[in-house]
């Protein structure tokens, strides 16, 4: 007998236009999915949850996050773009990672994730030199519960130009023997709770000839392949990469671009025109890029962006901090280009927070190729959802009468997430994760263990950046 959960009495923001918004609502889980959205439902067989109250979402998804940087949280903020990120991790402290510290540092950030209302990563994992850290960490992802697509990356070379044979990292591309062993055993189906794809370098940092093969290889496996580009003009390793993937029929619905940024308009709408992905990082692009996220100059051109949170070094992996952010710094842009054009204020905001809510959901499923199962309240589809207590002091009284879409946006935590479900199973329930209390105070422990052996082997020391001074770690 399927187990059946009716969610009561929620005020509803479904992300389906056929459903739209429910200023009191019922949900019915049957399983693993939805099975109905509708002002009143009668399941007399069904475990009753109140959720008077509360704000039910769409489970959020984090299109973009290197989950093992969860290890080093609080060191990068004043880190001066990739000299200091890439001096100080992909030259040093990545490779200090070994296998068991990639379970341990994969379980704790998902559950991190879930905790603020996350139920789906991208876990661009490119700190992998073997097998054995691909499944730990895979290992992680699974026990903590929450959905997730399993990007293997590689680890950059170490302080060396180049890498063993003679070959930079730039020359080398995605091991086929573990793609292979991975994509055809365990992560074979595209139906489990973690998926897989191929997390490249792209042609911002390596060859053409490894980009293409990459992509070629993701392909033969039926994998999403997503790469870091951020289109700086004489900053490519592949100056006409783009181009090139475009006309060899390389690029689609199955090409995730990371930041983007830099793109000039001609190449951008190439890029939307044959079907790609973005994966916006707005909070770390705002620290480190000296150009504005991809969010409103990629709807202009058709697209539907995606948010995620990137590197925790900066920052906790926060998707509703990273949701409002994002919005402010669109919105900020449209407001600037109305003033120039003379058109301040505008008769209505092109930006609104459903805009953000939807970067956030729909738009993370989009590029994760998911929208068929995640990303909406839509009966048929996964039951990953959200409530959000209306009634505690930071969002009390945004309901009723308030915009619930407003208060999630710009009002909400961590801490104001009561439920969290991913497949119709609660992982977080009355404000506390479900993971057993003593097993996550041992896993606190051991991350802190991880993140003391990583600093130590990679003599880092942490020295304070007064204004102007450069940062030096290690």
């Known amino acids: 007998m399927v187990n059946r959960t009716l969610l009561k009495n929620a005020t509803i ?16 889980i049957e399983g693993e999915t939805i099975a109905a959205v509708a002002p009143c439902i009668a399941a007399r067989d069904a475990v009753v949850v109140n959720a008077a109250g509360m704000v039910a979402i769409p489970g959020l998804v984090n299109s973009h996050i290197h989950t093992w940087e ?27 990672f070994e296998a068991e510290d990639n379970r341990v540092v994969n ?15 991208f876990d661009w994992c490119h700190n992998l030199r073997h097998g054995e850290m691909a499944d730990a960490a895979i290992d992680g992802l699974e026990a903590s519960g929450i959905r997730a697509v399993f ?23 995605q091991p086929r023997a573990e793609v292979h062993r991975l994509r055809t055993g365990r992560l074979a189906s595209d139906e489990r709770r973690v998926t897989m794809a191929l997390a490249i370098l792209g042609p911002d940092w390596s060859t053409y000839e490894v980009t ?3 992509i070629r290889l993701a392909r033969e496996y039926g994998l999403i392949n997503s790469a870091h580009t951020f289109g700086r003009k004489g900053k490519r ?44 990082t707005c909070m770390a692009e705002l620290l480190n890029c000296e150009r504005p996220a991809l969010l409103g100059r990629w709807e202009r051109f058709g697209g539907v962006p995606s948010i995620g949170t990137d590197v925790d070094p900066y920052f906790s992996a926060s998707m509703l901090a990273e949701m409002r952010r994002a919005f402010l710094h669109q919105r900020e842009l449209d407001n600037a280009a109305a003033a120039a054009a003379g058109r301040y204020p505008p008769a209505a905001h092109a930006t609104t927070t459903r805009s953000a809510l939807r970067w956030a959901t729909i738009g993370g499923a989009k590029a994760l190729r998911l929208d068929h199962r995640i990303g909406s309240l839509t009966p048929g589809k996964q039951a990953d959802i959200v409530l959000v207590r209306g009634s505690d002091m930071n969002l009390f009284p945004g309901l009723p009468g308030g915009d619930p879409v407003h208060m999630v946006v710009m009002s909400a935590e961590a801490a104001n997430v009561d439920s969290v479900l991913v497949a119709g199973e609660f992982v977080k329930r009355h404000g506390r994760l479900l993971y057993p209390e003593i097993a996550l105070r041992q896993l606190k ?14 003599g880092y020391v942490y020295t304070p950046v007064r204004e102007g001074e450069r940062l030096f770690a290690a």
């Not at 060899?248 to 001609?266: I, K, M, Q, S």
């Open 107 to 121: 379980l704790f950030g998902a559950l991190s994730a879930i905790d603020g209302g996350t139920t789906t990563i």
């Open 151 to 173: 990007g293997h990356g590689t680890a950059k070379t170490m302080y060396e130009t180049k890498a063993e044979g003679g070959r930079s990292y730039a020359e080398i591309g």
């Open 237 to 280: 390793m592949t100056p006409d990469g783009m181009w090139r993937l475009a006309k060899a029929g390389l690029l689609g619905p199955d090409h995730n671009v990371v930041h983007g940024n830099c793109f000039e308009d001609d190449e951008l709408r190439m890029i939307v025109e044959a079907g790609c992905s973005v994966s916006a």
């Open 212 to 214: 293409e093969s990459d």
């Open 70 to 96: 969860v290890a080093l949280r609080g060191i990068g903020s004043d880190w001066v773009s990739a000299r200091d990120y890439f001096g100080t991790m992909h030259s040093n402290l990545t490779h200090r």
């Open 445 to 458: 422990s051991d991350l802190l263990a991880v993140r003391e052996r990583v600093m130590r082997k990679g």
């Open 13 to 28: 923001v479904s992300m389906d236009d056929a459903i739209g918004d429910l200023a009191r609502g019922d949900i019915l």
